[in-house]
């Protein structure tokens, strides 16, 4: 919520030109802090606003707002200004930030971009959407193993002002070939003998991501190894960037929400839900919602084509509800649990067998328990003893199929190069309620 009672006291300073007051309000909190107050303020208010930080400053504060805000200043303020402060934005906020501008625009505001950031950003443009290119930063430390501990500092702090992070120091020799890696702790601590070489202060065997990874594998890889960035390098291990820690929480986050809207079968929103407009949503909602309802007519049909069976034993119809929730919940169980693995390493392809055997007996252990009590369930509105069985022996053969289909599909689908969540919950329950209805019915002719 824009923090309504500090903005007439902001539109004030701006009326009144009042320098002085601007910059302290700019300076005295957190970049974080600053933009919050500045929510409800125009675009040409608040870029009014941050031309009193100097540059480093504004462009924290600047990342600290909302997308949509961020975009509306770029689309509306002075080319030649947005395009000098674009040149100082870190060179992967830059790049997915014109993603999302108009294209017309951003073909006005590229020619005005400094040469060396213009090339950078149809550098980092031209890498294929979640790979490790297209999230990396190319502003990073660099040293040669040739230096010596003290100017190594001294070339540190030189080139400090326009790193992301100065914690890893990247070795390289004259061709960008990543050489190794010395900590800036490292580099402090040996300042006791100056004349220690990089060389004999860095790591040699470091883990690396190619250019071309998949960001998940890429944020899996830093998170299981607990580090603050990792280098990026192309097929000659020639040094092209570093992914860190904070836009591996931006892929951690965009994939849980990818995969959450999937396992809810709707398709992912490219924006906020507020800010995606009710045409988009419908479409996004209504056409995996058209595919389920689809397989509810099947559903349906398959009922139809056991109807006589329906009509001479009706009992069998209190149960069917039974039978269609307990498999598709059981199947969604699954889904869920294999597609979650598979997001967070904690299963690979090579473990499908391993998952297999888990289900099956996982199906028949709940199988065998929910089978027991709808025997006795059954005995209530059951002819005989005999015929009650059905209800058992079907929740058995279902909730199995269920923890196999449930388990299976979200692997074949990682296996075809397809992302496992579009394996969704609900797309298994509707496979599962068809095979339910028939199983129901199999066992039904061959029991009674």
């Not at 919050?36 to 031309?51: D, I, P, Q, R, S």
């Not at 790049?95 to 020619?111: C, T």
């Amino acid at each position: 919520m824009p923090n309504t009672l500090y903005l007439p006291e902001l539109r004030e300073m701006l009326a009144e030109a009042n320098e002085a007051e601007l910059a302290d309000f700019c300076t005295e909190l957190h970049p974080a802090r600053t933009a919050e107050f500045m929510e409800g303020l125009t675009a040409k208010e608040a870029w009014a606003v941050l031309h009193h930080a100097e540059v480093p400053l504004r462009v924290e504060i600047f990342g600290f707002f909302e997308e949509n805000e961020q975009i509306e200043i770029i689309e509306t303020q002075d080319r030649a200004e947005i395009a000098e402060f674009i040149g100082h934005l870190p060179p992967d906020d830059r790049v997915d930030l014109l993603a999302e501008v108009r294209p017309w625009i951003v073909e006005e505001l590229m020619p005005l971009i400094p040469s060396d950031e213009r090339r950078d950003i149809q550098r980092l443009s031209a890498y294929p959407e979640d790979t490790a290119g297209a999230v990396m930063t190319t502003e990073f430390a660099r040293l040669s193993e040739d230096l010596p501990a003290d100017r190594a500092v001294q070339e540190i702090g030189r080139q400090a002002e326009e790193l992301e992070t100065i914690y890893y120091l990247y070795v390289v020799d004259e061709e960008d070939h990543l050489r190794g890696l010395v900590s800036f702790r490292k580099l402090v601590s040996a300042m006791g003998r100056p004349d220690t070489r990089v060389g004999e202060l860095m790591e040699r065997d470091l883990l690396t991501v190619n250019v071309a990874d998949d960001q998940e594998e890429v944020a899996r890889k830093v998170a299981h190894y607990d580090l603050l960035a990792i280098p990026v390098v192309d097929d000659e291990h020639h040094m092209l960037g570093i992914i860190t820690h904070d836009d591996v929480i931006d892929v951690v986050r965009e994939e849980a929400t990818e995969d959450a809207h999937r396992i809810a079968a709707v398709d992912p929103l490219e924006v906020g839900y507020l800010e995606t407009d009710l045409l988009t949503l419908t479409w996004k909602r209504g056409i995996w919602l058209t595919v389920l309802f689809f397989g509810a007519m099947l559903t349906a049909m398959v009922l139809g084509k056991y109807e006589l069976v329906i009509e001479q034993y009706a009992w069998l119809m209190l149960f069917i509800p039974l039978v269609i929730s307990t498999g598709g919940n059981t199947g969604s169980q699954s889904a869920t649990l294999i597609i979650t693995a598979l997001s967070t390493g904690d299963i690979a392809l090579g473990d499908w067998w391993r998952v297999v055997r888990r289900e099956l007996v996982m199906g028949l252990v709940l199988g065998g328990f929910l089978g027991i009590v709808g025997y006795f369930c059954a005995l209530v509105a059951a002819p005989s003893y005999l015929a009650a069985a059905v209800i058992p022996l079907t929740l058995l053969l279902v909730i199995v199929t269920g923890t196999l289909l449930g388990s299976v599909l979200p692997l074949v689908f990682k296996r075809l190069g397809l992302d496992p969540a579009m394996m969704s919950s609900p797309f298994v329950a509707g496979l599962i309620d068809v095979l339910g209805i028939i199983i129901y019915m199999k066992v039904a002719l061959s029991v009674l």
